[in-house]
């Protein structure tokens, strides 16, 4: 067993992202922070056009931080950077290596002529990919394996989408209801396992990975900078959890949208009352503090519930 995997997990060593670029001008495209396999390991993207014979050339740098500073440690990955715009198009493979030592990545091959543009605001979305080969003093995010079976940890199988996934049907059925009663149901052939449709073996294995404590919170599986991504790929993983009465994904998700959720009132609002996550209304709801503010804020209201718009009224007479 390697260094970097325990008993029972095994560490993504594989990760994808979107990420955008946007500014007002094409030298002014900024890249925002973004998550590879580890919250506490953040990468950011450093732009640098040139304008050369008409054209543009692009040159980038990849810069990485992480909380932990005083840690000693090394990654050797293999990057792939994809550019898939109108007026930009190429892509770069190659290995490289972060370090406590080695803040910035030079990707010295990334020169990409673009026609001229001169649009008022300018947006790049770039496709990365990193696959780790070896690292050394930094734990990458552990997720469970549940490819193989393993003593006390797994008793049944459930397959989706054609693979085979081994759990433990009591953490699954203090999960789900659902769970509970499929399990109850196939009790007399409990070996055989049973079956769940109309999701992929990603979506579950993340579903497992936030049932299975430590309970995998959003900042995990949430993989797009972009709000409106973000948005949808929330309501995606809360639409499976409802399916399957999952009520820890949503305990988790009502608290990291609290904290750290982006969204405008009115999307946020019909998150919360679509999958009922009372922290996340009530949280909305007392930045509503006056009737003027109210009326400013119809239209983002127009199209929530009459019991939502109740909660509103009630909080908005109780302020006063």
Same mark, same amino acid.
């Given at each position: ?7 029972? $997990?095994? +560490?993504?060593?594989?990760?994808? !992202?979107?990420?955008?670029? @946007?500014?007002?001008? &094409?030298? =002014?495209?900024?890249? /925002? ?21 008409? $054209?543009? +050339?692009?040159?980038?740098?990849? !810069?990485?931080?992480?909380? @932990?500073?005083?840690? &000693?440690? =090394?990654?050797?990955? /293999? ?242």
């Amino acid at each position: 067993m390697s260094s970097t995997e325990s008993p029972g $997990t095994q +560490v993504e060593l594989y990760d994808c !992202r979107d990420v955008i670029g @946007s500014g007002s001008s &094409i030298h =002014s495209i900024k890249f /925002s922070e973004f998550h590879m396999f580890d919250a506490n390991w953040k990468l950011k993207f450093c732009a640098d056009w040139v304008d050369y014979l008409n $054209t543009y +050339v692009v040159s980038l740098r990849l !810069r990485h931080r992480r909380n @932990s500073v005083d840690d &000693i440690w =090394s990654l050797d990955t /293999s990057v792939k950077i994809e550019f898939d715009e109108e007026w930009l198009k190429g892509g770069v493979l190659f290995d490289t290596n972060f370090s406590h030592r080695k803040r910035e990545v030079e990707i010295t091959t990334m020169d990409i002529a673009v026609e001229k543009v001169k649009e008022p605001n300018m947006q790049v979305c770039m496709k990365i990919i990193m696959q780790v080969k070896s690292a050394a003093g930094i734990q990458l995010r552990n997720f469970l394996d549940f490819s193989r079976p393993l003593p006390i940890f797994s008793d049944t199988i459930v397959r989706v989408d054609g693979m085979q996934f081994h759990v433990n049907r009591m953490i699954l059925s203090m999960a789900s209801p659902i769970f509970l009663q499929t399990f109850m149901d196939s009790q007399d052939d409990e070996n055989s396992g049973v079956e769940i449709c109309n999701v992929s073996s990603h979506d579950f294995r993340r579903i497992l990975n936030a049932i299975y404590p430590p309970h995998m919170p959003p900042k995990q599986w949430i993989k797009e900078n972009d709000v409106k991504k973000q948005l949808d790929h929330i309501y995606h993983f809360l639409q499976i959890a409802k399916a399957l009465q999952i009520s820890i994904v949503f305990e988790v998700a009502d608290k990291w949208l609290v904290k750290y959720g982006r969204f405008k009132l009115e999307d946020s609002l019909l998150l919360a009352q679509t999958f009922g996550l009372r922290e996340l209304m009530g949280s909305k709801l007392s930045k509503i503090e006056s009737i003027d503010e109210l009326r400013k804020r119809r239209g983002e209201i127009s199209s929530l519930s009459h019991k939502t718009k109740s909660l509103i009224l009630d909080h908005i007479l109780f302020s006063l």
